[in-house]
Nanobody, 114 residues
Framework: QVQLVESGGGLVQPGGSLRLSCAAS????????MGWYRQPPGKQRELVAR???????NYADSVKGRFTISRDNAKNTAYLQMNSLKPEDTAVYYC????????WGQGTQVTVSS
């Protein structure tokens, strides 16, 4: 069982930045595939960014060039740096671990509004 704790969400103005963190339990973190997903109001959950154990990344087209996913294996933590935020980025953001099974965090709200 992998437990995840997300942090870093909040209210930000358009054009602003936020950094989300996802701390994971377990001694095998370096092997986890880490992902960030989001669920806008009234819509389905969607992939935002994903990073493999080797550091390969992929992004949704809507966030390419603005968001960066990274990981710190020494801290068992994955990050999502979000820059140039837009109102359409407003959503609950979830962290996900792919390791034998899928594990999800509780979600953190990101609201982009003036």
């Amino acid at each position: 069982q992998v437990q995840l704790v997300e942090s870093g969400g909040g209210l930000v103005q358009p054009g602003g930045s936020l950094r989300l963190s996802c701390a994971a339990s377990g001694s095998m973190f370096r092997f986890y595939v880490m992902g960030w997903y989001r669920q806008p109001p009234g819509k389905q959950r969607e992939l935002v960014a994903r990073i493999t154990s080797s550091g390969s990344t992929n992004y949704a087209d809507s966030v390419k060039g603005r968001f960066t996913i990274s990981r710190d294996n020494a801290k068992n933590t994955a990050y999502l740096q979000m820059n140039s935020l837009k109102p359409e980025d407003t959503a609950v953001y979830y962290c996900k671990v792919e390791w034998r099974n899928d594990y999800w965090g509780q979600g953190t709200q990101v609201t982009v509004s003036s």
